[in-house]
């Protein structure tokens, strides 16, 4: 799903003053409500109007092969829901998705139940229980543009609540290279690693930190006991197809975006790694906090 390159509103409302608890989330502009509620507080959710509202929902939970979902969708949602809390024991928390004024259709949220099972089938986070993705209804060219745009808000709303299972990390291939010479590029990285012989390289692109395709990366996690949420992301990688082996490296299949030059690093190493100094700028010794404070020096 491509994001448009512009700031929106999103408002979060905690209904009962706990950030754990149930909260409502809403962006400026946008008919859609999201009602996300922790499990305990189901029967407390589906006594909200919105629960009795044509719309899809997501069921998130852990199990022991890692974070699993569900998508469904109801002209009342509220009682595909109840139905679930006897015959699905592993879902934690519940995500109902509606429209405020109550109108989207059963074809509509059928499409966007089959458009969020391909998004979280796609990105590979989380075991998808749906089994086969569910047919996407016959809609017309309007219709269905109308429907691509609500999703599109609620893929950015849903990180935001904390939930990445639709957060798509691999990124278009970044072209690094200067076409013109009046043409500006954005900050090219690489690690250079004589002792290990790996090379990989990133770019600093729109607030994210990039590793380009064809970067080497360490062929096992080193130390299983050390950062335990980096072998997590290194394993999910494997899994997901990103990194898979070749000869003694593994390398990226695809450009890939990461929170910061250390989680960057740590896959890379296959352990963790202070990326502010693992990483250096492209062709010289300087390292990405040198530069990084070079560019905050600028602004003064």
Same mark, same amino acid.
């Given at each position: 799903?491509?994001?448009?390159?512009?700031?929106?509103s999103?408002?979060?409302?905690?209904?009962?003053?706990?950030?754990?608890?149930?909260?409502?989330?809403?962006?400026?502009?946008? !008919?859609?409500?999201?009602?996300?509620?922790?499990?305990?507080? +189901?029967? $407390?959710?589906?006594?909200?109007?919105?629960?009795?509202?044509?719309?899809?929902?997501?069921?998130?939970? $852990?199990?022991?092969?890692?974070?699993?979902?569900?998508?469904g969708e109801g002209e009342?949602?509220?009682?595909?829901?109840?139905s679930?809390?006897?015959?699905?024991?592993?879902w934690?928390?519940?995500?109902?998705?509606?429209?405020?004024?109550?109108?989207?259709?059963?074809?509509?949220?059928?499409?966007?139940?089959?458009?969020?099972?391909?998004e979280?089938?796609?990105?590979?986070?989380?075991?998808?229980?749906?089994g086969?993705a569910?047919?996407?209804?016959?809609?017309?060219?309007?219709?269905?543009?109308?429907?691509?745009?609500f999703?599109?808000?609620?893929?950015?709303?849903?990180?935001?609540?904390?939930?990445?299972?639709?957060?798509?990390?691999?990124r278009?291939?970044? $072209?690094?290279?200067?076409?013109h010479?009046?043409? !500006?590029?954005?900050?090219?990285?690489? +690690?250079?690693?004589?002792?290990i012989?790996?090379?990989?390289?990133? %770019?600093?692109?729109?607030g994210e930190?990039? %590793?380009?395709?064809?970067?080497?990366?360490?062929?096992?996690?080193?130390?299983?006991?050390?950062?335990?949420?980096?072998?997590?992301?290194?394993?999910?990688?494997?899994?997901?197809?990103?990194?898979?082996l070749?000869?003694?490296?593994r390398?990226?299949?695809?450009?890939?975006?990461?929170?910061?030059?250390?989680?960057?690093?740590?896959?890379?190493?296959?352990?963790?790694?202070?990326?502010?100094?693992?990483?250096?700028?492209?062709?010289?010794?300087?390292?990405?906090?040198?530069?990084?404070?070079?560019?905050?020096?600028?602004?003064?």
């Amino acid at each position: 799903m491509d994001y448009k390159n512009h700031g929106r509103s999103l408002e979060l409302f905690f209904i009962n003053g706990r950030p754990d608890g149930m909260l409502t989330a809403e962006v400026f502009g946008w !008919t859609g409500h999201i009602l996300s509620a922790p499990r305990t507080q +189901i029967g $407390e959710a589906l006594k909200r109007p919105a629960s009795t509202y044509t719309g899809v929902y997501v069921l998130i939970g $852990e199990t022991e092969d890692g974070p699993k979902l569900y998508v469904g969708e109801g002209e009342n949602i509220s009682q595909r829901i109840k139905s679930h809390d006897t015959n699905k024991d592993w879902w934690t928390s519940a995500i109902l998705i509606t429209s405020a004024a109550n109108n989207i259709n059963k074809a509509h949220v059928k499409y966007l139940e089959s458009r969020l099972v391909e998004e979280a089938n796609k990105v590979g986070h989380s075991i998808v229980d749906n089994g086969n993705a569910p047919t996407k209804p016959s809609l017309s060219e309007a219709a269905q543009a109308n429907m691509e745009s609500f999703l599109q808000n609620i893929l950015m709303v849903m990180p935001a609540i904390g939930i990445d299972s639709f957060l798509q990390k691999s990124r278009p291939k970044v $072209e690094t290279t200067k076409p013109h010479a009046h043409d !500006t590029t954005d900050a090219v990285f690489e +690690i250079n690693s004589k002792q290990i012989g790996l090379r990989a390289e990133a %770019v600093l692109k729109d607030g994210e930190f990039i %590793v380009k395709e064809g970067s080497q990366a360490r062929a096992e996690w080193q130390n299983e006991k050390t950062h335990r949420s980096y072998p997590k992301l290194f394993y999910k990688l494997i899994d997901s197809g990103i990194l898979p082996l070749h000869g003694e490296f593994r390398v990226f299949q695809s450009d890939y975006a990461f929170a910061s030059p250390s989680a960057a690093a740590a896959m890379i190493f296959g352990r963790n790694s202070n990326g502010q100094k693992s990483w250096k700028l492209k062709g010289t010794r300087k390292t990405y906090k040198q530069w990084e404070a070079a560019e905050i020096e600028k602004l003064n």
